[in-house]
Protein backbone atom coordinates (compact mmCIF):
# COMPACT_ATOMS: atom_id res chain seq x y z
CA UNK A 1 0.00 0.00 0.00
CA UNK A 2 1.41 3.26 -0.80
CA UNK A 3 2.58 5.85 2.13
CA UNK A 4 0.24 8.41 1.05
CA UNK A 5 -2.42 9.25 -1.28
CA UNK A 6 -4.62 12.21 -2.40
CA UNK A 7 -8.29 12.91 -0.61
CA UNK A 8 -10.66 15.39 -0.93
CA UNK A 9 -11.03 17.02 2.08
CA UNK A 10 -13.11 19.34 3.18
CA UNK A 11 -11.97 22.55 5.67
CA UNK A 12 -12.60 25.82 6.73
CA UNK A 13 -11.37 28.57 4.68
CA UNK A 14 -12.11 32.13 5.41
CA UNK A 15 -14.69 31.02 8.16
CA UNK A 16 -16.54 28.79 4.95
CA UNK A 17 -16.23 24.87 4.75
CA UNK A 18 -14.55 24.33 1.23
CA UNK A 19 -12.99 21.18 -0.73
CA UNK A 20 -9.45 21.05 -2.03
CA UNK A 21 -6.92 18.03 -2.53
CA UNK A 22 -4.44 16.78 0.00
CA UNK A 23 -2.22 14.38 0.77
CA UNK A 24 -2.95 11.70 3.74
CA UNK A 25 -2.03 8.43 4.78
CA UNK A 26 -3.08 5.68 6.40
CA UNK A 27 -2.11 6.55 9.82
CA UNK A 28 -4.53 9.96 9.36
CA UNK A 29 -7.99 7.43 8.98
CA UNK A 30 -9.85 6.47 11.63
CA UNK A 31 -9.57 3.88 13.59
CA UNK A 32 -12.63 1.76 12.33
CA UNK A 33 -12.59 -2.10 11.94
CA UNK A 34 -12.46 -2.44 8.41
CA UNK A 35 -9.76 -1.15 5.64
CA UNK A 36 -11.35 -0.72 2.37
CA UNK A 37 -9.01 -0.16 -1.10
CA UNK A 38 -11.73 1.80 -3.01
CA UNK A 39 -11.73 1.65 -6.43
CA UNK A 40 -14.85 4.06 -7.16
CA UNK A 41 -17.39 6.76 -5.79
CA UNK A 42 -19.86 9.14 -7.19
CA UNK A 43 -21.12 12.94 -7.31
CA UNK A 44 -24.47 13.21 -5.30
CA UNK A 45 -25.52 16.82 -4.48
CA UNK A 46 -24.87 16.43 -0.92
CA UNK A 47 -21.10 15.99 -2.67
CA UNK A 48 -21.81 19.02 -4.71
CA UNK A 49 -22.53 21.32 -1.44
CA UNK A 50 -20.14 19.71 0.97
CA UNK A 51 -17.04 20.26 -1.94
CA UNK A 52 -18.34 23.71 -3.00
CA UNK A 53 -18.93 25.06 0.40
CA UNK A 54 -22.45 26.05 -0.34
CA UNK A 55 -23.99 24.21 2.24
CA UNK A 56 -22.73 23.06 5.84
CA UNK A 57 -22.38 19.46 4.92
CA UNK A 58 -19.46 18.41 6.62
CA UNK A 59 -20.23 18.82 10.58
CA UNK A 60 -16.30 18.59 11.68
CA UNK A 61 -13.11 19.75 9.99
CA UNK A 62 -11.53 18.46 8.50
CA UNK A 63 -13.52 15.91 7.01
CA UNK A 64 -13.12 13.45 3.62
CA UNK A 65 -15.58 14.12 1.24
CA UNK A 66 -17.54 11.53 -0.69
CA UNK A 67 -21.00 9.75 0.16
CA UNK A 68 -20.46 6.81 -1.81
CA UNK A 69 -17.76 3.83 -2.14
CA UNK A 70 -17.65 0.75 -3.77
CA UNK A 71 -13.94 -1.38 -3.06
CA UNK A 72 -12.28 -4.58 -1.53
CA UNK A 73 -11.56 -4.91 1.89
CA UNK A 74 -8.12 -5.33 2.85
CA UNK A 75 -7.91 -5.57 6.29
CA UNK A 76 -10.63 -6.24 9.07
CA UNK A 77 -10.64 -6.51 12.63
CA UNK A 78 -14.57 -7.71 11.95
CA UNK A 79 -15.61 -11.29 12.02
CA UNK A 80 -18.46 -10.23 9.15
CA UNK A 81 -15.47 -9.17 6.81
CA UNK A 82 -12.42 -10.66 5.44
CA UNK A 83 -9.73 -9.62 2.87
CA UNK A 84 -11.02 -9.14 -0.47
CA UNK A 85 -14.34 -9.07 0.03
CA UNK A 86 -16.23 -6.98 -2.37
CA UNK A 87 -18.46 -4.18 -0.58
CA UNK A 88 -20.15 -0.86 -0.80
CA UNK A 89 -21.07 1.45 1.62
CA UNK A 90 -23.91 4.25 1.28
CA UNK A 91 -24.15 7.23 3.37
CA UNK A 92 -23.86 6.39 7.00
CA UNK A 93 -22.91 10.04 7.79
CA UNK A 94 -20.09 9.66 5.09
CA UNK A 95 -18.67 13.15 4.36
CA UNK A 96 -20.71 14.61 7.25
CA UNK A 97 -19.86 13.19 10.42
CA UNK A 98 -17.60 10.05 8.96
CA UNK A 99 -14.74 10.34 6.61
CA UNK A 100 -15.64 9.67 2.64
CA UNK A 101 -15.04 8.20 -0.21
CA UNK A 102 -13.14 10.54 -2.04
CA UNK A 103 -9.14 8.91 -1.42
CA UNK A 104 -7.68 5.59 -2.23
CA UNK A 105 -7.88 4.19 1.62
CA UNK A 106 -10.82 4.17 4.60
CA UNK A 107 -11.20 2.64 7.06
CA UNK A 108 -15.61 1.98 8.31
CA UNK A 109 -17.41 0.33 10.83
CA UNK A 110 -18.61 -2.88 9.43
CA UNK A 111 -22.27 -2.32 10.31
CA UNK A 112 -21.95 0.18 7.45
CA UNK A 113 -21.02 -2.62 4.73
CA UNK A 114 -23.32 -4.54 2.23
CA UNK A 115 -21.94 -7.55 -0.05
CA UNK A 116 -21.53 -5.55 -3.82
CA UNK A 117 -24.25 -7.24 -5.41
CA UNK A 118 -23.65 -9.87 -7.79
CA UNK A 119 -25.82 -8.27 -10.33
CA UNK A 120 -23.18 -5.19 -10.93
CA UNK A 121 -19.27 -4.79 -10.80
CA UNK A 122 -18.36 -2.00 -8.58
CA UNK A 123 -18.22 1.25 -11.22
CA UNK A 124 -21.92 0.00 -11.63
CA UNK A 125 -23.12 0.27 -8.05
CA UNK A 126 -21.17 3.52 -8.01
CA UNK A 127 -23.10 4.62 -11.47
CA UNK A 128 -26.23 3.56 -8.82
CA UNK A 129 -25.30 5.21 -5.54
CA UNK A 130 -26.75 6.63 -3.08
CA UNK A 131 -29.13 8.37 -5.58
CA UNK A 132 -30.28 5.13 -7.71
CA UNK A 133 -30.47 3.36 -4.30
CA UNK A 134 -32.65 6.21 -2.23
CA UNK A 135 -34.78 6.13 -5.34
CA UNK A 136 -35.19 2.29 -4.87
CA UNK A 137 -36.30 3.05 -1.33
CA UNK A 138 -38.72 5.52 -2.75
CA UNK A 139 -40.49 2.96 -4.93
CA UNK A 140 -40.35 0.15 -2.35
CA UNK A 141 -42.50 2.65 0.13
CA UNK A 142 -44.65 3.97 -2.85
CA UNK A 143 -45.48 0.06 -3.42
CA UNK A 144 -45.57 -0.68 0.21
CA UNK A 145 -48.16 2.35 1.04
CA UNK A 146 -49.77 0.90 -1.98
CA UNK A 147 -51.38 3.61 -3.87
CA UNK A 148 -49.93 2.94 -7.61
CA UNK A 149 -50.77 0.30 -9.71
CA UNK A 150 -48.61 -0.72 -12.92
CA UNK A 151 -50.56 0.60 -16.13
CA UNK A 152 -53.01 2.76 -13.62
CA UNK A 153 -52.75 6.66 -13.39
CA UNK A 154 -49.56 8.67 -13.34
CA UNK A 155 -46.54 8.55 -11.03
CA UNK A 156 -45.00 11.86 -11.15
CA UNK A 157 -41.26 11.70 -10.74
CA UNK A 158 -39.39 15.38 -10.18
CA UNK A 159 -35.93 16.57 -10.86
CA UNK A 160 -36.32 14.14 -13.45
CA UNK A 161 -32.84 14.09 -15.06
CA UNK A 162 -31.05 14.28 -12.05
CA UNK A 163 -29.15 11.19 -10.47
CA UNK A 164 -32.72 10.27 -8.03
CA UNK A 165 -35.28 10.75 -10.78
CA UNK A 166 -33.28 8.86 -13.79
CA UNK A 167 -32.93 5.91 -11.73
CA UNK A 168 -36.70 6.56 -10.41
CA UNK A 169 -37.81 6.33 -13.81
CA UNK A 170 -36.34 3.57 -15.15
CA UNK A 171 -36.86 1.46 -12.08
CA UNK A 172 -41.15 2.93 -12.45
CA UNK A 173 -41.37 1.46 -16.12
CA UNK A 174 -40.09 -1.76 -15.49
CA UNK A 175 -42.53 -2.04 -13.44
CA UNK A 176 -45.04 -1.37 -15.60
CA UNK A 177 -46.23 2.51 -14.01
CA UNK A 178 -46.70 5.44 -16.12
CA UNK A 179 -44.54 8.02 -15.80
CA UNK A 180 -44.16 11.69 -15.83
CA UNK A 181 -41.08 13.34 -15.64
CA UNK A 182 -40.78 16.79 -14.42
CA UNK A 183 -37.56 18.72 -15.48
CA UNK A 184 -36.95 22.11 -16.82
CA UNK A 185 -34.81 21.21 -19.33
CA UNK A 186 -36.74 20.04 -23.17
CA UNK A 187 -33.62 18.74 -24.01
CA UNK A 188 -33.46 16.01 -21.53
CA UNK A 189 -37.09 14.71 -22.94
CA UNK A 190 -35.99 12.15 -25.14
CA UNK A 191 -33.26 10.85 -23.04
CA UNK A 192 -35.79 10.76 -20.17
CA UNK A 193 -38.35 8.88 -22.46
CA UNK A 194 -35.45 6.51 -23.52
CA UNK A 195 -35.59 5.28 -19.70
CA UNK A 196 -39.27 4.98 -19.54
CA UNK A 197 -40.96 8.67 -19.02
CA UNK A 198 -44.40 9.03 -21.21
CA UNK A 199 -44.97 12.69 -20.62
CA UNK A 200 -43.63 15.42 -19.01
CA UNK A 201 -44.48 19.06 -17.08
CA UNK A 202 -42.18 21.52 -17.40
CA UNK A 203 -40.45 22.37 -13.77
CA UNK A 204 -41.50 25.89 -13.53
CA UNK A 205 -45.52 24.60 -13.42
CA UNK A 206 -44.36 23.17 -10.24
CA UNK A 207 -42.38 25.65 -9.15
CA UNK A 208 -44.35 28.48 -8.69
CA UNK A 209 -46.95 29.15 -5.87
CA UNK A 210 -50.47 27.04 -6.52
CA UNK A 211 -53.52 27.10 -4.28
CA UNK A 212 -53.76 24.51 -1.34
CA UNK A 213 -56.13 21.94 -3.33
CA UNK A 214 -55.74 21.89 -7.08
CA UNK A 215 -56.86 19.20 -9.31
CA UNK A 216 -56.51 15.85 -8.82
CA UNK A 217 -53.75 13.99 -10.79
CA UNK A 218 -51.11 12.27 -9.45
CA UNK A 219 -51.35 8.48 -7.90
CA UNK A 220 -48.25 9.15 -6.57
CA UNK A 221 -44.53 10.89 -6.98
CA UNK A 222 -41.02 11.04 -5.96
CA UNK A 223 -39.91 13.85 -5.25
CA UNK A 224 -36.23 15.04 -5.07
CA UNK A 225 -36.78 19.25 -5.17
CA UNK A 226 -38.74 20.22 -1.80
CA UNK A 227 -40.01 23.68 -0.90
CA UNK A 228 -42.82 24.69 -3.52
CA UNK A 229 -42.17 21.96 -5.94
CA UNK A 230 -43.74 19.30 -3.16
CA UNK A 231 -46.45 21.48 -2.42
CA UNK A 232 -47.88 21.47 -5.62
CA UNK A 233 -47.35 17.93 -5.82
CA UNK A 234 -49.17 17.14 -2.48
CA UNK A 235 -51.96 19.28 -3.57
CA UNK A 236 -52.26 17.52 -7.01
CA UNK A 237 -52.12 14.21 -5.76
CA UNK A 238 -55.59 11.98 -5.80
CA UNK A 239 -57.40 10.56 -3.04
CA UNK A 240 -55.93 8.30 -0.64
CA UNK A 241 -52.58 8.41 -2.73
CA UNK A 242 -49.00 9.35 -1.47
CA UNK A 243 -45.40 11.03 -2.27
CA UNK A 244 -42.53 9.82 -1.32
CA UNK A 245 -40.20 12.90 -0.33
CA UNK A 246 -36.35 12.46 -0.30
CA UNK A 247 -34.77 15.09 -1.31
CA UNK A 248 -34.33 19.38 -1.28
CA UNK A 249 -32.65 20.78 -4.58
CA UNK A 250 -35.44 23.90 -4.18
CA UNK A 251 -34.70 24.08 -0.88
CA UNK A 252 -36.00 22.89 2.44
CA UNK A 253 -39.32 24.54 3.24
CA UNK A 254 -42.25 23.10 2.07
CA UNK A 255 -44.92 26.38 1.62
CA UNK A 256 -48.01 24.00 1.91
CA UNK A 257 -51.17 23.33 4.01
CA UNK A 258 -52.73 20.67 5.63
CA UNK A 259 -55.59 20.30 3.46
CA UNK A 260 -54.38 17.56 0.99
CA UNK A 261 -53.75 15.39 4.00
CA UNK A 262 -56.90 16.15 5.98
CA UNK A 263 -59.55 16.31 3.10
CA UNK A 264 -57.72 13.90 0.58
CA UNK A 265 -56.30 11.82 2.84
CA UNK A 266 -52.68 12.39 0.82
CA UNK A 267 -49.69 10.78 2.41
CA UNK A 268 -46.32 12.55 2.57
CA UNK A 269 -43.61 9.70 2.98
CA UNK A 270 -40.16 11.23 4.20
CA UNK A 271 -37.90 8.78 2.61
CA UNK A 272 -33.79 8.94 4.46
CA UNK A 273 -31.06 7.00 2.78
CA UNK A 274 -28.59 7.83 5.25
CA UNK A 275 -29.62 5.83 8.07
CA UNK A 276 -31.91 3.78 6.81
CA UNK A 277 -31.31 -0.61 8.15
CA UNK A 278 -29.63 -3.00 7.00
CA UNK A 279 -33.19 -4.92 5.32
CA UNK A 280 -34.40 -1.82 3.65
CA UNK A 281 -30.74 -1.80 1.59
CA UNK A 282 -30.52 -4.99 1.02
CA UNK A 283 -34.68 -5.05 -0.50
CA UNK A 284 -33.77 -2.10 -1.94
CA UNK A 285 -30.22 -3.21 -3.83
CA UNK A 286 -32.60 -6.27 -4.68
CA UNK A 287 -35.12 -4.28 -6.83
CA UNK A 288 -31.93 -2.59 -8.02
CA UNK A 289 -30.54 -5.79 -9.52
CA UNK A 290 -34.00 -7.15 -10.52
CA UNK A 291 -35.61 -4.31 -12.04
CA UNK A 292 -32.35 -1.47 -13.42
CA UNK A 293 -31.89 -2.38 -17.02
CA UNK A 294 -27.80 -2.63 -17.58
CA UNK A 295 -28.41 -0.44 -20.73
CA UNK A 296 -30.06 2.32 -19.29
CA UNK A 297 -27.84 2.70 -16.33
CA UNK A 298 -25.17 2.59 -18.66
CA UNK A 299 -27.26 5.28 -21.14
CA UNK A 300 -27.11 7.63 -17.62
CA UNK A 301 -23.75 7.15 -16.89
CA UNK A 302 -20.62 8.62 -17.39
CA UNK A 303 -16.82 8.09 -15.19
CA UNK A 304 -14.82 11.03 -14.50
CA UNK A 305 -11.24 11.34 -12.68
CA UNK A 306 -10.96 12.21 -9.28
CA UNK A 307 -8.94 15.31 -10.18
CA UNK A 308 -12.37 17.17 -11.99
CA UNK A 309 -14.23 16.85 -8.69
CA UNK A 310 -14.24 20.65 -8.36
CA UNK A 311 -15.82 21.21 -11.44
CA UNK A 312 -18.11 18.10 -11.17
CA UNK A 313 -19.21 19.87 -8.16
CA UNK A 314 -20.15 23.23 -9.31
CA UNK A 315 -21.85 21.46 -12.57
CA UNK A 316 -24.18 19.49 -9.77
CA UNK A 317 -25.29 22.43 -7.88
CA UNK A 318 -25.77 24.48 -10.79
CA UNK A 319 -28.68 21.79 -12.20
CA UNK A 320 -25.91 20.73 -15.17
CA UNK A 321 -25.46 17.75 -15.02
CA UNK A 322 -27.81 14.81 -16.33
CA UNK A 323 -27.92 11.65 -14.83
CA UNK A 324 -24.83 9.49 -12.93
CA UNK A 325 -21.47 10.44 -12.56
CA UNK A 326 -19.40 7.38 -11.94
CA UNK A 327 -15.72 9.08 -9.71
CA UNK A 328 -12.61 6.47 -10.33
CA UNK A 329 -10.61 7.65 -7.14
CA UNK A 330 -7.50 6.09 -8.67
CA UNK A 331 -7.42 8.77 -11.27
Known amino acids: ?19 AFREISLADLPDNDVLVEIAYSTVNYKDGLAITGKGRIARRMPMV ?40 YQRVKPEWLIPLPDAFT ?15 LCVDALEKWGSIKPGAG ?24 VVTASTGRPETHDYLASLGATSFIDRATLAEKGGPLQTERWTGGIDSVGSTTLANALSQTMRGCAIAACGLAGGPD ?78
Open 254 to 331: LPATVLPHILRAVTLIGVDSVMASRQQRLTAWSRLARDLDSRKLAAMTRTEPMSNLPQLAEEIIDGKVRGRIVIDVTR
Open 65 to 104: GGIDLAGTVVESRSPDWKPGDKVVVNGWGLSETEWGAYAR
Open 122 to 136: MEQAMAIGTAGYTAA
Open 154 to 177: EVLVTGAAGGVGSVAIALLAARGY
Open 1 to 19: MTETFTAMVIDTVDGKPKG
